[in-house]
């Protein structure tokens, strides 16, 4: 269960998405967001559609939250940044008990090359409980931790080497290049934080920030588990767990984006409509069959 956590100050707000994205391959480049920079994107009832111009193909959906946020916020031309903030913080690893809603706060410093962004909506992801637990302390900041990855917000301060990006642009992105080596102390869940301008991308302006909120790391592991597979066009694929927050991006992108010949997914049976209409060319209900069992046989399996 992945949660988005809404701010508009006050920093209060946790709203429930169904989407569970675990935590991308180290080392990840979060270049791939730079794509849906001039994206178009349409909301429906049940997920986001996004469609990459000049693509001929149906609409890349995503799995993601509806409910509404605010679709801009003034930047910090009308008010002053604040030397403390609200944020959610834990000071030693434990359970979800050691995690504090705190109103004091040090907003983080700015470096050469990040901008400082004013959060609007932030996404926890399954990472985050990993580490709040010390499952990777070895490797972890120092405590006390902010957590959070995947943020969607807008800069309110832009570093002295930081050339794409300025006051007011609206972005998103996961805020830690690599998940489990050294994350920042500093992360989403707080009114303001700091990341470098090359894992951000401006946010597509018909996607609200709860939604982009929820994307970064569930699409981030979809699109590296496909090229770690060595996943080309005219390849086929079967996707197991297809109706969940990754699986629904891998079937978009091996369809749309890595032109696979062809695409199978597994699902419950009250999901299998869902993977069909994601762009499934074979609905697998995993309640009813095994696909071991099935003739047909795929290139890759995620």
Request: hydrophobic share 35%.
């Amino acid at each position: 269960m992945e949660a988005i956590l809404t701010s508009t100050s006050p920093l209060t707000t946790l709203h429930l998405s169904s989407s569970t994205p675990s935590p991308p391959p180290q080392n990840f480049s979060l270049s791939f967001l730079s794509a849906f920079r001039e994206s178009r994107f349409k909301i429906t009832p049940k997920y986001t559609s996004i469609s990459r111009r000049p693509s001929p193909l149906t609409p890349l959906r995503v799995s993601a939250n509806s409910q509404a946020a605010p679709a801009s916020i003034e930047s910090s031309t009308t008010s002053p940044i604040p030397s403390q903030m609200k944020s959610w913080v834990y000071g030693e690893y434990g359970g979800v008990d050691v995690l504090k809603f705190d109103t004091k706060v040090s907003v983080p410093e700015v470096k050469e090359d990040q901008v400082l962004i004013k959060v609007v909506a932030a996404a926890l992801n399954p990472v985050d409980a990993k580490r709040r637990q010390g499952k990777f302390k070895a490797t972890d900041s120092p405590l006390p931790t902010v957590p959070g990855y995947d943020v969607a917000g807008v800069v309110v301060k832009v570093g002295s080497q930081v050339k794409g990006l300025k006051e007011g642009d609206e972005v998103y992105g996961d805020i830690n290049e690599k998940a489990l080596e050294g994350p920042k102390q500093f992360g989403s869940l707080a009114e303001y934080t700091a990341v470098e301008e090359k894992l951000l991308a401006p946010k597509p302006k018909n996607l609200d920030f709860v939604q982009a909120a929820g994307l970064p790391l569930a699409i981030e592991t979809a699109y590296e588990g496909l090229e770690r597979t060595g996943f080309s066009a005219g390849k086929s694929i079967l996707v197991l767990g297809g109706a969940g927050g990754v699986g629904s991006l891998v079937i978009q992108l091996a369809k749309q984006v890595f032109g696979a010949s062809r695409v199978a997914a597994t699902s419950s049976t009250r999901k299998i409509e869902l993977l069909k209409d994601l762009g499934a060319d074979l609905a697998i209900d995993y309640t009813k069959e095994n696909f071991e069992d099935l003739p047909e046989k795929f290139d890759c399996s995620l």
